[in-house]
């Protein structure tokens, strides 16, 4: 395994310090030192001076990671565990020692076109065909269209309801996210952003329903050399902007946000979730909000770590209840997913389109 020399230098600067263990939401849910970005950093500096080899052990401790980049903003120092830790992954895919429940999802984007391996549900298939054509594409993302598909619907349905002219495609391309976090820029995720480009440049604006797939289409596909002609939005910032000018019903509710950690972090956007639930009801934030965000949980991820993944969300609802949230509004398909499987009986989590829809 061989790091670039960027990786090295955060490897070898890194002081293996205690600064971001209390923020790892993967760390907090298993109690294991294994599972903070400072025993990891330890561990791939060893691999990096050859001091050790580069095992079946470390590169699973690779992909025990959720990469929401929480150590990166809490390290003073200004050091990036996520650079190395996807680096490590690229290695691991170069090197042919990729995990078995890792080959089994990379071989499943490369033969099916989604690292789940799954088909378009009826239902979603069915009111996408009801779209006209349009200069502006809705793209879902494989985490709504195989793991949430009743959110995409209920997020068709309220664009339709605001009057936005928009389409999605029933054969909508891999964005390259999936294969991006398995195995990060290797050529063949490289070229399944390209094929995504080449759709995308036939609209002049793309709306991501995913923060993930904005994340990559705004950033990755940059360092890539992939160009995006269209205008891309995040699907939060669009609604703001749909909702902005429209009278709606202020209700009573009060609203706290969970803030995507994409969002927040990697496309430093935070304000459009508050400015819409403040203009439908009260807002009462988490103690952890913004770029402070905790993660709460990775569809991805629970494919091959489902008990861990329950315990992160698990530890989410914690953290709302010490500052009495009542409903949870989510901008992540995956977030959703796994809030909803573990929520308590006394409180509630709803996607922000279904809070919206609440009071239009």
Not at 47 to 74: H, M, P, T
Not at 101 to 124: D, P, Q, R, S
Not at 185 to 195: L, N, Q
């Amino acid at each position: 395994m061989k790091f670039t020399q960027k990786s090295k230098e955060h490897l070898d600067a890194c002081r293996f310090c205690w600064m971001c263990r209390h923020i790892c939401p993967i760390g907090n849910a298993t109690g294991q030192e294994r599972n903070t970005s400072r025993a990891r950093a330890l561990g791939l500096s060893l691999v990096a001076r050859g001091a050790v080899e580069y095992s079946e052990d470390v590169v699973n401790n690779v992909y025990e990671c959720a990469l929401c980049g929480a150590c990166v903003k809490e390290c003073v120092t200004g050091w990036d565990p996520v650079t190395f830790t996807k680096e490590a992954r690229l290695g691991a895919a170069l090197d042919g020692k990729l995990p078995p429940y890792v080959l089994k999802m990379v071989n499943a984007a490369l033969e099916t076109g989604n690292i789940y391996g799954e088909k378009l549900g009826n239902e979603l298939a069915g009111k996408i065909r009801t779209l006209k054509k349009s200069e502006t594409l809705f793209f879902l993302g494989a985490d709504a269209r195989y793991k949430t598909p009743k959110n995409a619907v209920g997020a068709i349905d309220l664009l339709a309801k605001l009057g936005a002219d928009f389409t999605a495609l029933e054969n909508e391309p891999d964005s390259g996210y999936g294969m991006d976090f398995l195995v990060s820029a290797t050529s063949e995720t490289k070229k399944i952003a390209e094929t995504c480009a080449e759709t995308l440049n036939g609209y002049k604006k793309v709306i991501c329903y995913d923060p993930a797939d904005a994340k990559v289409f705004r950033r990755e596909y940059k360092e890539w050399n992939v160009g995006i002609k269209a205008e891309v939005l995040t699907f939060t910032e669009y609604l703001a902007i749909m909702i902005k000018d429209r009278k709606v019903k202020k209700s009573d509710l009060v609203f706290t946000p969970q803030d995507s950690a994409i969002l927040a972090r990697d496309l430093e956007e935070t304000e459009p979730i508050r400015d819409i639930l403040g203009k439908i009801g009260g807002v009462s934030e988490m103690l952890l909000n913004r770029r402070d965000t905790m993660l709460a949980g990775n569809l991805i991820m629970n494919e091959y770590m489902p008990e861990v993944m329950e315990r992160v969300a698990l530890d989410r609802w914690t953290n709302a209840k010490n500052v009495g949230a009542k409903i949870l509004v989510t901008e992540s398909p995956a977030e959703y997913a796994l809030l909803a499987k573990t929520k308590p009986a006394d409180l509630s989590v709803v996607t922000l389109e279904e809070a919206i829809s609440q009071c239009l």
